[in-house]
């Protein structure tokens, strides 16, 4: 009964051991899949660039002119990847036509461009 109880204890310090051993990896050393890796869109104007420029500091809900261009930063919201990410609306919205829209999230310190999931398909 002894030897039971002293195998048991062994296995569960062996197994405890091996399971609580070394911290996380780090987000950026982590390799994902193409398809699961966190997506970026590139600006293609200047505009949009300096948007992502500015970004951090810009009010949301007002309309800001940048390099000729109208965006309207929504709210920052904490995304499920952990970042911190706003809905940008591109151009004036008219009574047909409620504009365009990007999505930006905070990347390391700097804003990018993300694949919007909840836009409708083009």
Same mark, same amino acid.
């Given at each position: 009964m002894r030897a039971c109880i002293g195998a048991s204890v062994l296995f569960a310090l062996?197994? $405890?051991? $091996?399971?609580?051993?070394?911290?996380?990896? +780090? =987000?950026?050393?982590?390799?994902?899949?193409?398809s699961l890796r966190p997506g970026q869109v590139p600006p293609t104007t200047a505009g949009e660039r300096e948007l992502l420029a500015r970004l951090g500091q810009l009010?949301? $809900?007002?309309?800001?002119?940048?390099?000729?261009q109208v965006f309207v930063p929504g709210e920052p919201y904490q995304a499920a990847s952990?970042?911190?990410? +706003?809905?940008?609306?591109? $151009?004036?919205?008219?009574?047909?036509? =409620?504009?365009?829209? +990007?999505?930006?999230?905070?990347? +390391?310190?700097h804003w990018v461009f993300v694949p919007d999931v909840f836009a409708d398909p083009p």
């Open positions: 062996i197994v $405890g051991l $091996g399971c609580g051993s070394g911290p996380s990896p +780090r =987000e950026q050393d982590i390799w994902y899949t193409p009010p949301s $809900g007002q309309a800001v002119s940048l390099e000729g952990g970042r911190t990410c +706003r809905p940008i609306g591109v $151009g004036e919205p008219d009574a047909e036509h =409620e504009g365009d829209r +990007r999505l930006a999230c905070e990347d +390391r310190q």
